[in-house]
């Protein structure tokens, strides 16, 4: 969801590089990977995600949560008031 989200952020011109190319830079300078969850079970902690009706915002925070609170590198002002291990 991370990646559609960057790459909706690049069509309409927020972000400079594409998902991928983003992905795979940050993959070899900083070693980040993808989670491997399955969707369906992160798109279910995403329903109790109440504070914004944004879908992409519910499944990233699903995301961090199901990943045993894990950090969250965001500069989305509502989701570092509502995650509270969301950093920026």
């Keep these: 969801m991370v990646l559609l989200e960057l790459e909706y952020l690049y069509e ?3 972000m ?7 992905q795979s830079k940050l993959a070899s ?10 969707f369906p079970s992160i798109a279910s902690a995403a329903l109790d ?9 519910r499944m ?3 995301n961090a ?3 045993g609170l894990a950090p969250l590198v965001s500069a989305d002002e509502e989701i570092r008031r509502h995650y509270p291990r969301a950093v920026w």
């Design 60 to 62: 990233i925070v699903a």
């Design 29 to 38: 300078e900083l070693g980040v990977s993808l989670c491997q969850r399955d």
């Design 49 to 57: 995600e109440k504070w914004t009706h944004d879908p992409f915002d």
């Design 12 to 14: 309409v011109g927020r």
């Design 16 to 22: 400079r590089l594409p998902a991928r190319d983003l």
């Design 65 to 67: 949560k199901a990943n």
